[in-house]
């Protein structure tokens, strides 16, 4: 769906620009934004890598599963369902810490691989369970400690202080994340 809106919304673009005769706006963007595109996905596969590979040393080093063990209250609350020994509670909490430090690209792989694993706990295939919709509110409001790839976004931009946002954005997020939690847990009771 989303694939065909774009289509329109550039086939409209390029059909106002000929009907003002502005075409060569268009080709002037298309070469400035494409070339900043790829610029802007290089950095950010960077940024992806790095994590990932940390992400991966942590999981070797037991430091996933020392992290998990000192919020296995927290999790047990959050995801009574779902054993603690289960392979989603490690997917899970690595997806939950690189949203933490805003690696959230990287973090998506490791939140298809948690909701994979709680999909083997699923028993209606065909319908989410409460685990996975409260994962996907923590997943999707996230608290980040270091919105790595907004600072980047803001450094690239020429900001003067691309670090100010930190702060602002910790409360906001920790904030949108209690309420999905809170709102889950009201629903999960229904």
Sequence with gaps: ??????FFMII???????????????NKVII???SDAVTFAIGLTGIMATWLGLMKIAEKS???????KSFSKLMKYIFPDVPFSHPAITAMIMNMVANMFGAGNSAT?????????????NTKKDTATDAMIMFLVINM????????????????????????????????????????IFVCKIFERK
Excluded: C, Y
Excluded at 17 to 26: H, P, R, S, T
Excluded at 109 to 121: I, N, R, V
């Design 1 to 6: 769906m989303i694939n065909t809106i774009w």
């Design 109 to 121: 792989a490791l939140g298809l691989k948690a909701m994979e694993e709680l999909q083997k706990l």
């Design 141 to 180: 409001s996230s608290i980040q400690l270091i919105p790595l790839a907004v600072l980047k976004i803001r450094a690239d931009a020429n900001s003067v202080n691309p670090t100010e946002i930190i702060g602002p954005t910790l409360i906001a997020t920790f904030i949108s994340t209690l309420i999905g």
């Design 62 to 68: 037991g430091l996933i599963e020392s992290i998990g």
């Design 12 to 26: 409209i673009g390029i059909f106002i620009a000929v009907g003002n005769g502005k075409l060569e706006v268009i």
């Design 32 to 34: 400035e934004n494409t």
